[in-house]
């Protein structure tokens, strides 16, 4: 069974957490991820200027040997000593994660490459894998999805972010202008492991695998964020009536829906 539940909230801000943005604010359609920084990314931003090349050459690297996936870098982004390397892959499937490369404060450097300091966030890039994975898995329904979302955001005069936006600051997996896939790979480690076994694994088998294991797993969040054009938030009506067309279809992938107005 396919379950839909759609919540809402109205919100003045996003949540949180290391990083910051240049002073100021930007209009959601002027933002294409200018001023993107990590607290105290300040203090290694002329080393990773300085080594950038070299940094993203460690960070594909990286992804291709642990995660036998080719990826191209969006953005490199200063943090406290290191370098935050925001990643994308194209094929065989579609995710934004990132990628830590350590550096050597003291001397103001890159940490030699033996020294493997090159990781990721435990978890991080598996549940960005498995959410490309899914979406792969329901390609169709999601290519629906992002219409009527474009839909609803026209008619309702709400905004969702610019591309570049999206792939300089993204890193939760299975992105687009106007969501995201959050799930726990530990709920998906059979499709995981299918995937490291066969990275080609087709659109048909992953279907059948999801299928077989939402019926014993939470379903994915699918997170809808929507950007207020004004300085005022929609009436609670109008969200009420975005929920309400998005119940009403059927063509949409399976999953846990929440909108975000901000």
């Not at 991820?33 to 993203?56: H, M, T, Y």
């Not at 999601?142 to 955001?153: C, G, Q, R």
């Not at 399976?254 to 975000?260: A, W």
């Amino acid at each position: 069974m396919r379950l839909l539940i759609a919540l809402v909230a109205l919100s003045g801000c996003s949540e949180t957490n290391e990083k910051k943005e240049a002073e100021g604010t930007t209009p959601v359609q002027e933002y294409v991820g200018q001023g993107f920084i990590f607290v105290n990314g300040d203090k290694s931003k002329d080393i990773v200027e300085k080594n950038e090349a070299e940094i993203s050459r460690r960070a594909i690297k990286y992804m291709k040997e642990t995660y036998k996936t080719d990826v191209k870098v969006n953005n490199v982004v200063p943090a406290r000593s290191a370098a935050v390397v925001m990643v994308e892959a194209e094929e065989p499937i579609q995710f934004h994660t990132s990628v830590i490369v350590g550096l050597d404060m003291a001397k103001k450097a890159l940490d030699p490459e033996e020294a493997n300091v090159v990781r990721s966030e435990e978890g991080e890039v598996e549940k960005a894998i498995v959410s490309g994975l899914y979406a792969k898995a329901y390609e169709e329904e999601f290519a629906n999805l992002d219409k009527i979302l474009a839909e609803l955001a026209k008619e309702n005069d709400v905004l969702g972010l610019r591309q570049e936006a999206v792939d300089k600051t993204a890193s939760d997996g299975y992105q687009t202008k106007y969501f995201f896939i959050s799930l726990s790979a530990q709920n998906y480690k059979t499709i995981y492991n299918e995937y490291m076994m066969n990275v080609g694994v087709s659109a048909e088998e992953l279907q059948v695998l999801f299928d077989e294991n939402i019926e014993k797993a939470i379903q994915p969040l699918i997170s809808v964020n929507f950007y207020s054009q004004t300085e005022k938030l929609p009436k609670e009506k109008v969200v009420q009536a975005m929920i309400k067309d998005l119940k009403k279809k059927s063509d949409i992938p399976p999953g846990r829906y929440k909108i975000n107005i901000f």
